[in-house]
Nanobody
Framework: QAQLVESGGGLVQAGGSLRLSCQASERTFSHYTMGWFRQAPGKEREFVADINWSGGSTSYANSVKGRFTISRDNAKNTVYLQMNSLKPEDTAVYYC???????????????WGQGTQVTVSS
């Protein structure tokens, strides 16, 4: 089972940017579609974005479309989430995971990292 480690979270003012990274230990990282989710206090974990194995296909939640960009570097076993124009409602713990199913529900994803906190102040 892949081990995933997220980093790059922090405190930022509204309108600012952050870049999250997720490094995988799995040598088969490049075989998987990878995704980012987030979970705010008291809310369910929600899909943010995913990217196919080659990086040629991406999808985004409507709430982040046009502001966030997912990318990957298979040589480094790493997937990224560039977050621009951040809003207070983006505040959450962000998780990466590898996709094992067909949809964008948390159950469609397998191994999860420990998460990284993103806090956006108004």
């Amino acid at each position: 089972q892949a081990q995933l480690v997220e980093s790059g979270g922090g405190l930022v003012q509204a309108g600012g940017s952050l870049r999250l990274s997720c490094q995988a230990s799995e040598r088969t990282f490049s075989h998987y579609t990878m995704g980012w989710f987030r979970q705010a206090p008291g809310k369910e974990r929600e899909f943010v974005a995913d990217i196919n194995w080659s990086g040629g296909s991406t999808s985004y939640a409507n709430s982040v479309k046009g502001r966030f960009t997912i990318s990957r570097d298979n040589a480094k076993n790493t997937v990224y989430l560039q977050m621009n124009s951040l809003k207070p409602e983006d505040t959450a713990v962000y998780y990466c995971a590898n996709k094992i199913g067909w949809g964008t529900e948390p159950t469609d994803f397998g191994s999860w990292g420990q998460g990284t906190q993103v806090t956006v102040s108004s």
